[in-house]
C-alpha cells in the first residue's frame, strides 16, 4: 500500500482512510500530508505496539443531565464518525482498549459546560474520546491537556440534528511533550458546531480536524488559537468536506511565533462536492510574527465541484510585529511590554471573546501574556 500513500493526489478527498493500520503505511516525509512534520520527534507514535498506558481523564465538571461513560472498543457508538486518514490516527485507533463516551441527552439544554482533564505522562499512551450531542441538544464540552505527555490521541464528536454543540480543546502540555490528535467531526441536519483548538505548550503537537455533513441545513464554525515558542513545532490541520446542500462552514486560524525555530504549520483543506447546492464557506489564516527566527506555513486549498453555491473562499497572511502599531502606544505613554501585549491581546481577541466560559478566557489571556513576559 505505500505506492497509494507516497503518489500525489489530485484531490483532498482521494486521500486514503481506513480503520486497518496496514492500509497507512509509516511516512518516509514525502507524503503531502507529512511534508512539514519532523518525522524524528513524531515517529514514536508510529508504532501501535509500543503504546503501553492509557491518558487520565477527569471530569472536574458534569452537570447531573450528562451521562460521561467508560466503554470498551466495541461498543457500537466509537468509530462512527470518518475514519483515520494518516499515519497516527490509525495507529491511535489500534493502539487503544477503552474510550470515553460523553452524552448530552436528546433536547437537554445544559447551563453549565462539561469540564473533562486529560493528563498524560511521557510514556508513550492513547485516549479516545467521543461527543455526542443528541438531536435538539445544546452545551459545552471542554478538553483540557496537560502533563508530560507522549500521547496519540482521537476524539470523535458529533452534533446530531438540530443540536447546538460547543468543543473547545486546549493543551498545555509540558515543554517536551509530543502529541497527535485526530478530531472526528459530523455535523447533522440544521445542526450547529462550534469547534475551539487553543495550543499553547509541548515540543511538537499535530492537530488534525476532519469534518463531514451528514444532511443538509449544517453549521460549523473551526476556529483556533496557537503560540509558538523558540524550538517549538505547532501543527493544525483542517478538512472540510462540504457534500450536503445548503450547508455553512467557517474556518479561523490565528497563531503568534516567538523565539529561535519556533515553527506553525496550518494546512487548510476545504471540499465542495458536486451535490453541495447552496454551500457557504471561507477559511482565513492569520500569523503574527513576533521576533527573528520564526517560521510560519500556512497553505489554504479550496476545491470547487459544483457551479452552484453561495460562497467560498480563502485567505491567509503571516506578518512581522508593526513597529509603528508600538511606537504609536509608546507615545501615548505606554512602556514597550505592554505596547507589545496590547498587540497581541488585540490579535487574539477576535477568537477569545467568542468563548463563552469566562474563567476560559480570563486564563488564556493570562496564559498568553506569560509567554510574552518569558521572552522578555
Given at each position: 500500500?505505500?505506492?497509494?500513500?507516497?503518489?500525489?493526489?489530485?484531490?483532498?478527498?482521494?486521500?486514503?482512510?481506513?480503520?486497518?493500520?496496514?492500509?497507512?503505511?509509516?511516512?518516509?516525509?514525502?507524503?503531502?500530508?507529512?511534508?512539514?512534520?519532523?518525522?524524528?520527534?513524531?515517529?514514536?507514535?508510529?508504532?501501535?505496539?509500543?503504546?503501553?498506558?492509557?491518558?487520565?481523564?477527569?471530569?472536574?465538571?458534569?452537570?447531573?443531565?450528562?451521562?460521561?461513560?467508560?466503554?470498551?472498543?466495541?461498543?457500537?457508538?466509537?468509530?462512527?464518525?470518518?475514519?483515520?486518514?494518516?499515519?497516527?490516527?490509525?495507529?491511535?485507533?489500534?493502539?487503544?482498549?477503552?474510550?470515553?463516551?460523553?452524552?448530552?441527552?436528546?433536547?437537554?439544554?445544559?447551563?453549565?459546560?462539561?469540564?473533562?482533564?486529560?493528563?498524560?505522562?511521557?510514556?508513550?499512551?492513547?485516549?479516545?474520546?467521543?461527543?455526542?450531542?443528541?438531536?435538539?441538544?445544546?452545551?459545552?464540552?471542554?478538553?483540557?491537556?496537560?502533563?508530560?505527555?507522549?500521547?496519540?490521541?482521537?476524539?470523535?464528536?458529533?452534533?446530531?440534528?438540530?443540536?447546538?454543540?460547543?468543543?473547545?480543546?486546549v493543551h498545555e502540555w509540558d515543554r517536551d511533550a509530543v502529541h497527535a490528535s485526530n478530531h472526528?467531526?459530523?455535523?447533522?441536519?440544521?445542526?450547529?458546531?462550534?469547534?475551539?483548538?487553543?495550543?499553547?505548550?509541548?515540543?511538537?503537537?499535530?492537530?488534525?480536524?476532519?469534518?463531514?455533513?451528514?444532511?443538509?441545513?449544517?453549521?460549523?464554525?473551526?476556529?483556533?488559537?496557537?503560540?509558538?515558542?523558540?524550538?517549538?513545532?505547532?501543527?493544525?490541520?483542517?478538512?472540510?468536506?462540504?457534500?450536503?446542500?445548503?450547508?455553512?462552514?467557517?474556518?479561523?486560524?490565528?497563531?503568534?511565533?516567538?523565539?529561535?525555530?519556533?515553527?506553525?504549520?496550518?494546512?487548510?483543506?476545504?471540499?465542495?462536492?458536486?451535490?453541495?447546492?447552496?454551500?457557504?464557506?471561507?477559511?482565513?489564516?492569520?500569523?503574527?510574527?513576533?521576533?527573528?527566527?520564526?517560521?510560519?506555513?500556512?497553505?489554504?486549498?479550496?476545491?470547487?465541484?459544483?457551479?452552484?453555491?453561495?460562497?467560498?473562499?480563502?485567505?491567509?497572511?503571516?506578518?512581522?510585529?508593526?513597529?509603528?502599531?508600538?511606537?504609536?502606544?509608546?507615545?501615548?505613554?505606554?512602556?514597550?511590554?505592554?505596547?507589545?501585549?496590547?498587540?497581541?491581546?488585540?490579535?487574539?481577541?477576535?477568537?477569545?471573546?467568542?468563548?463563552?466560559?469566562?474563567?476560559?478566557?480570563?486564563?488564556?489571556?493570562?496564559?498568553?501574556?506569560?509567554?510574552?513576559?518569558?521572552?522578555?
Open positions: 500500500m505505500a505506492d497509494i500513500v507516497t503518489k500525489t493526489h489530485a484531490s483532498r478527498a482521494d486521500r486514503p482512510t481506513s480503520f486497518n493500520v496496514d492500509d497507512i503505511p509509516v511516512p518516509m516525509g514525502r507524503e503531502e500530508d507529512w511534508r512539514f512534520t519532523p518525522l524524528r520527534r513524531i515517529e514514536k507514535l508510529f508504532d501501535p505496539q509500543g503504546y503501553t498506558q492509557r491518558a487520565k481523564l477527569e471530569a472536574k465538571q458534569s452537570p447531573q443531565e450528562v451521562f460521561i461513560e467508560k466503554v470498551g472498543r466495541d461498543d457500537p457508538r466509537v468509530g462512527t464518525v470518518l475514519a483515520p486518514g494518516d499515519r497516527t490516527a490509525v495507529v491511535a485507533w489500534e493502539a487503544f482498549d477503552q474510550a470515553t463516551v460523553i452524552t448530552i441527552p436528546r433536547g437537554v439544554e445544559l447551563e453549565n459546560p462539561v469540564i473533562v482533564d486529560v493528563r498524560a505522562t511521557e510514556e508513550l499512551s492513547t485516549d479516545h474520546i467521543v461527543i455526542r450531542a443528541e438531536p435538539l441538544s445544546k452545551g459545552t464540552v471542554l478538553l483540557r491537556h496537560e502533563g508530560p505527555a507522549a500521547l496519540n490521541q482521537t476524539v470523535e464528536v458529533r452534533a446530531e440534528d438540530g443540536a447546538q454543540l460547543s468543543v473547545i480543546a472526528r467531526v459530523s455535523v447533522g441536519r440544521d445542526a450547529s458546531l462550534d469547534h475551539l483548538v487553543v495550543t499553547l505548550g509541548g515540543d511538537l503537537v499535530r492537530v488534525c480536524v476532519d469534518t463531514e455533513y451528514t444532511a443538509p441545513g449544517g453549521t460549523l464554525r473551526l476556529n483556533g488559537i496557537y503560540f509558538v515558542d523558540a524550538g517549538q513545532h505547532l501543527e493544525h490541520r483542517v478538512f472540510v468536506d462540504h457534500s450536503e446542500p445548503n450547508c455553512y462552514s467557517r474556518v479561523v486560524y490565528k497563531g503568534a511565533l516567538q523565539g529561535q525555530d519556533a515553527r506553525s504549520v496550518w494546512i487548510g483543506d476545504c471540499l465542495i462536492g458536486e451535490n453541495a447546492d447552496a454551500t457557504d464557506t471561507y477559511e482565513l489564516n492569520r500569523n503574527l510574527i513576533l521576533s527573528e527566527g520564526a517560521k510560519a506555513d500556512s497553505v489554504p486549498n479550496l476545491e470547487i465541484e459544483n457551479g452552484e453555491i453561495e460562497g467560498a473562499g480563502h485567505a491567509s497572511a503571516t506578518g512581522r510585529f508593526d513597529d509603528e502599531q508600538l511606537f504609536y502606544l509608546m507615545s501615548r505613554g505606554i512602556s514597550a511590554v505592554d505596547a507589545r501585549r496590547l498587540v497581541v491581546r488585540g490579535f487574539f481577541a477576535e477568537l477569545i471573546n467568542k468563548i463563552e466560559i469566562e474563567e476560559v478566557r480570563d486564563h488564556l489571556l493570562d496564559a498568553i501574556e506569560d509567554r510574552l513576559q518569558g521572552a522578555h
